[in-house]
């Protein structure tokens, strides 16, 4: 029974060694390229410059990251829906904004 109880434990010793991934993560373009065509393109345009939604070339040089992630997660302006991304899908999105 003895050896029972640091078996059980195991979980909990791995989990509190882990490495701490708490940082940003690093955006992927081209995912977030296919995130935002899916997701957003509609209304801000095929390369970000505009439609029903604001233009977006050159935000990421106006807005931090963190700005646009509460953004993108929780919605804007002009009636933009949040969305349901993970935390690495923002970051992928962002990376795409990056680009325009």
């Known amino acids: 029974m003895s050896r029972l109880v640091p078996l059980a434990l195991l979980p909990l010793l791995v989990a509190c060694g882990a490495k701490d991934d708490t940082g940003p993560l690093e955006g992927d373009a081209t995912s977030g390229e ?10 801000h345009g095929a390369a970000g410059e ?16 963190e700005e646009l ?3 993108i997660l929780n919605g804007g302006e002009d009636d ?14 962002i990376a ?3 680009t325009l």
């Open 34 to 43: 296919a995130l935002f065509t899916t997701n957003c393109a509609s209304c």
């Open 80 to 93: 933009m829906p949040g969305f349901n991304f993970s935390s690495q899908e923002v970051a992928d999105v």
């Open 50 to 65: 505009g439609d029903f939604g604001p233009e977006l070339v050159g935000i990421t040089s106006s807005w931090s990251d």
């Open 69 to 71: 992630s509460d953004i």
């Open 96 to 98: 795409f904004l990056a």
